[in-house]
């Protein structure tokens, strides 16, 4: 994979022909995709919709095709973005992506009679094409029968069978579209606007060339009978759900760790092995800090993203959203938006990332904007800290009041995140015009290239288009945080003098600005940098905290903290810092808080506009203020 | 609806059917996709799984499963075939 290809390959195509490949999803269309680019493949998303734009290269005895992987389709409807974009580029008139020079059709050989349906109307867009059959070892599996050269004969184009999973066919595809320049457009079918006409084509096309039964796969049949059992199903859901929220915590938990204490060695030794400048501090906590901040999600993302798209490409997926859909479909969302949503505990990136899966677009922003409310792991050491010191450690009827303090935040991220998408469906992202549909795809052994070439680009895609926002993005934090300088007196201990620098930066001038707004949610202007800086990371806001009072930072353990937070009184007045209603204040402001510049980013990158990321940081932010106030208000008079 | 013919979602489990058409209130882009999805006059269909909360369920059609809502398989019109 060299770098000027990888980057030439989002280039409009001037000069290279291109070879779009067209089918509907689930039709082994990425299968194709892989075997034909390999690692030259460049995922992005096209202007102003959350549809993917997938291109790559295909190289072979000096000759070069820039092989274009449109978006699955069912037909060509006005009302789905994924199948304008697809119809547009066929017909030449979409402005960021010239028309390709021919198609190449991914024919599912599982559901035959759709996929020549859906060919015939492909095909009336007059492009010279060629189809290649898919899971074409199913069609035997089945006992049927499929002659590819009467096929080919009828259709008017070449037809090549696959088999994907083995290779198969896959060597004289590449062939013959490094050879596309001979393929001729498909005579004209006739009438296609009728869907009862493209059928009536499609059963005459498959007579011609088909033998054999015409039920469907009996296999799925018998395992579905299990998978979807009214008792079997749902726990079988809940194991596959509980693995994969256990995988994306306790596997990916270890290499987290790793990678934090790896970046954390790193600062430590530019540390000691640099004067203490401000060139030091720029490279420690701006730089190393804010890409260790972003790497540390990458286990969670690989190790998601592999489960997923295993048990999307063995067929669970589907069955999962199957037996999820009406819960989900309470608040405006689908099945599909479970899996993400759950992946959001513990990060809302992967679960952002995971959203892609959702088919109808306005389902999918509504996934993505409401998955920040979910408690992630982030807000973790926040709650932890808040309730340790503030949260009285009876118990109430057997149950801790801490622990139930802890559950009850979870809670209040779920329902938010529920309540979110159930408001959004009645305002801003009224329900879709199409209507809700999915198909049980027949279990299959994955093609394990695909599973990890996905599991590649998604972590790709994170660490190259998120990096590149998230990281300015700390750096100008660290800047607020750190300018100007204050100058240092000899009287002062390192930790005053740190205390009070972060009251003289902009970021402390902006807390100290933000105390009337923040004054009837109990906060003062500690706080109040605490929040800004919280936006790095949320964690970051317990650093933060112990800086502005005054602690070592390089104290690892919170107990110091702890005492501080409890005890620590306003010098000029007197008055404790943090109190309880306080304290409840902050931890209601975190549980609704967009506090997270990473997510921004990917959020951004997903639908590929400010306005979207814009909307859920101010809409969520107006949310946390008013419980923080709230929260304050009512605890305060109750304490009092 | 004749006397013989019912919705979509109100067929019974396994029992089987023939599509006879889909409803004129149902809006075109909607009933357009259902047709790019084989719910076509005289397409087979038989309902083989329903959601454990009553709600999608799933229809073998044309060899293949599809899922559909009860808000939207309501307005296809299908003719149970003789047993």
Request: charged share 20%.
């Given at each position: 994979m060299s770098t000027p290809t990888v980057a030439s390959a989002?280039?409009?195509a001037s000069r290279s022909l291109t070879v779009a490949l067209v089918g509907s999803p689930n039709s082994g269309k990425t299968t194709i995709f892989n075997a034909l680019t390999g690692l030259s493949q460049k995922v992005a998303n096209y202007p102003g919709v959350t549809v993917e734009e997938k291109a790559g290269w295909l190289e072979g005895g000096g000759r070069r095709m820039r092989v274009l992987d449109l978006p699955g389709l069912y037909g060509f409807s006005e009302m789905s973005p994924d199948e304008q974009v697809a119809r547009d580029i066929l017909s030449g008139t979409y402005d960021h992506e010239p028309r390709p020079q021919a198609l190449l059709f991914v024919l599912d050989g599982s559901a035959l009679r759709r996929s020549l349906a859906l060919l015939s109307s492909v095909m009336a867009q007059g492009l010279p094409s060629a189809v290649a059959v898919t899971m074409f070892d199913e069609i035997a599996a089945r006992g049927g029968r499929l002659d590819c050269e009467k096929l080919s004969r009828s259709l008017g184009v070449p037809v090549f069978p696959i088999v994907g999973h083995r290779g198969t066919g896959l060597d004289s595809l590449a062939e013959a579209v490094l050879d596309s320049k001979t393929w001729k457009p498909a005579p004209p079918k006739g009438p296609v606007d009728a869907p009862g006409l493209r059928a009536a084509w499609a059963d005459a096309a498959l007579d011609a060339a088909y033998s054999g039964p015409k039920a469907g796969d009996a296999a799925s049949r018998r395992v579905d009978a299990v998978v979807l059992h009214p008792v079997a199903g749902p726990l079988i859901f809940l194991a596959v759900m509980g693995l994969l929220f256990q995988s994306i915590f306790t596997w990916a938990g270890p290499l987290q760790d790793l990678l934090s204490s790896a970046t954390a060695a790193l600062g430590g030794k530019v540390e000691s092995s640099m004067a203490d400048t401000l060139a030091r501090d720029l490279v420690v906590h701006g730089m190393i800090d804010g890409v260790g901040g972003v790497l540390v999600f990458l286990p969670q993302i690989m190790i998601l993203f592999f489960l997923v798209h295993f048990l999307e490409a063995v067929g669970y997926m589907a069955r999962a959203a199957f037996l999820a859909d009406r819960l989900m479909g309470w608040v405006g969302l689908q099945g599909r938006s479970f899996v993400a949503l759950l992946s959001c505990h513990a990060c809302a990136i992967p679960g952002i990332m995971a959203?892609?899966?959702?088919?109808s677009e306005t389902d999918r922003l509504k996934t993505m904007l409401v998955a920040p409310f979910v408690t992630c792991s982030a807000r973790i050491p926040v709650y932890t800290l808040l309730i340790a010191a503030f949260v009285p450690e009876t118990k109430v009827l057997g149950l801790g009041l801490q622990g139930l303090v802890l559950a009850g935040l979870y809670l209040c991220g779920a329902a938010a995140a529920f309540f979110g998408a159930w408001f959004l469906s009645r305002t801003?992202?009224?329900?879709?015009?199409l209507p809700f549909y999915m198909e049980l795809p027949p279990y299959r052994w994955p093609t394990m290239k695909n599973v990890f070439m996905a599991m590649w680009l998604r972590a790709k895609i994170f660490v190259t288009r998120a990096g590149m926002v998230i990281l300015p993005l700390s750096l100008l934090l660290w800047v607020l945080l750190s300018f100007p300088r204050l100058p240092e007196s000899p009287e002062w201990t390192p930790a005053q003098h740190q205390s009070r620098q972060l009251k003289h930066s902009a970021a402390g001038r902006l807390g100290v600005a933000l105390e009337p707004v923040f004054a009837p949610a109990g906060f003062d202007w500690r706080i109040n940098i605490g929040v800004v800086a919280s936006l790095a990371a949320r964690e970051v806001v317990v650093a933060t905290l112990a800086q502005i009072y005054g602690i070592e930072a390089a104290e690892e353990d919170t107990s110091g903290l702890l005492d501080i937070l409890r005890t620590a009184r306003d010098p000029e007045s007197g008055r404790p810092l943090m109190t309880m209603p306080t304290a409840f204040a902050l931890m209601a402001f975190f549980v609704f808080a967009l506090q997270c510049i990473s997510t921004l980013a990917i959020m951004y990158r997903e639908t590929n506009t400010w306005r979207w990321p814009a909307l859920a940081f101010a809409y969520m932010s107006v949310l946390a203020y008013a419980a923080a106030v709230l929260t304050y208000q009512i605890t305060s008079r109750l304490i009092a | 609806m004749q006397p013989d013919e019912l919705s979509l979602d109100s067929l019974p489990a396994s029992q089987s059917a023939r599509v006879v058409g889909i409803s004129s209130d149902f809006p075109r882009s909607r009933r357009e996709r259902f047709e790019d999805l084989?719910?076509?006059?005289g397409a087979e269909i038989s309902r083989i799984h329903t959601a454990p909360?009553?709600?999608?369920a799933a229809y073998l059609i044309g060899g293949g499963v599809l899922c559909l809502r009860a808000e939207d398989s309501r307005h296809v019109i299908v003719k149970k075939a003789a047993a």
């Open positions: 989002q280039e409009p959203a892609r899966a959702i088919p801003t992202l009224k329900g879709s015009l | 084989g719910l076509l006059p909360l009553g709600d999608p």
